[in-house]
């Protein structure tokens, strides 16, 4: 227990560093969303920090096409901007066929244009968020497609509890929203 906690103390320590540590300049504001999924006293507080960029060029004020264009199908993205997306968890998570430990990781997603999207759990953390080494995957799982009713102008990520059990990780931009459910490992 000592061990996890050291982990989890360092892997935060080290994500609000990062910023003063990174060689390029942060072009889009980061924000940190984070739930306690199942019982509020005895539940697992997974928490994900990410940089949220607009849809609107922020060089050229242009609107972009964000998936099939800034975001391309079939190549690994670091689902935000600037620092790879970093993933804490205080107990183990099950994505799909992915076993989570309890600690930090990278999220990335690899897009598809029809239903193929997955995301991707990797034990590298701390890197700028690209390229990404694929030697670090700890899993890849599909992320369910859906199209939004109405545009979303910037990145958003959302952690959910599920009442019925488990939880639910979300992100939305322009017209869409990929999703996956997880549960707490018992």
Known sequence: ???????LLIATLFSAALPLWAQRARVSPH???????GERRTGCR???TYGRPYTK????????KIWGGLVPYGQAWRMGADEATLLVTQKPLVFGDATVPAGAYTLYMVPDEGEGSKLAISTAIGG???PVDVSHDLGRVALKKESLDKAVNQFTMVVENN????G???????????????????
């Open 1 to 7: 227990m000592n061990k996890l906690k050291t982990t």
């Open 31 to 37: 924000e940190t969303t984070s739930a306690v999924i």
């Open 46 to 48: 997974v928490t994900i």
């Open 57 to 64: 060029d922020p060089r050229s004020g242009e609107m972009r």
């Open 128 to 130: 700028w968020g690209i």
């Open 163 to 166: 009442p019925a059990g488990g």
């Open 168 to 186: 639910a990780l979300k992100l939305m931009w322009e017209n869409t929203q990929y999703s996956v459910p997880f549960t707490v490992k018992k």
